[in-house]
């Protein structure tokens, strides 16, 4: 069975374009347009990963980010920050709202599909 992601993106082009290199790779990919949605839909389909952009409409990615953390159904599914911000302090606020790693875009794809792999096995390992 294939590792389900959850992709939470307001930019379309970077969402369907991101989604179709993952699918590519084998992930379940699973979108959302803004935080609430990306709360709602972690929370329904408990996706093995969460890729969270941090410039969201409705609520950011911080806060999309602590109640992901702070809800027991959630807490263990590991988030990546996706952001434009590749300043120490935005890599720092994102690990301080409880992301488990960071990525600047535009994205590396080798280098996320790296951290993914990480995270899902870290999360797979007895």
């Known amino acids: 069975m294939s590792a389900r992601l959850l992709l939470v993106e307001d ?3 970077n969402a369907d374009m991101l989604s179709r290199r993952l699918h590519r ?5 699973l979108l959302a347009t803004d935080g609430l949605q ?3 839909v972690a929370t329904s389909a408990q996706p ?11 609520i950011d990615g911080w806060e ?6 702070g809800a027991a159904a959630t807490a263990a599914i590991p988030i990546i920050a996706l952001t434009a911000h590749a300043m ?3 890599r720092q606020k994102c690990l301080d709202a409880g992301c488990n790693e960071f990525e600047t875009k535009p ?3 080798k280098r996320l599909l790296e951290k993914i792999h990480a995270l899902l096995g870290a999360r797979t390992t007895p």
Do not use: C, H, W, Y
């Open 11 to 13: 930019n379309e082009a």
């Open 25 to 29: 790779q084998g992930f379940d990919v």
């Open 38 to 40: 990306a709360v709602d």
């Open 48 to 58: 093995d990963l969460v890729l969270m952009d941090i410039s969201l409409p409705k």
């Open 64 to 69: 999309a980010t602590r109640r992901l953390k």
């Open 88 to 90: 120490v302090a935005d």
């Open 107 to 109: 994205i590396d794809l």
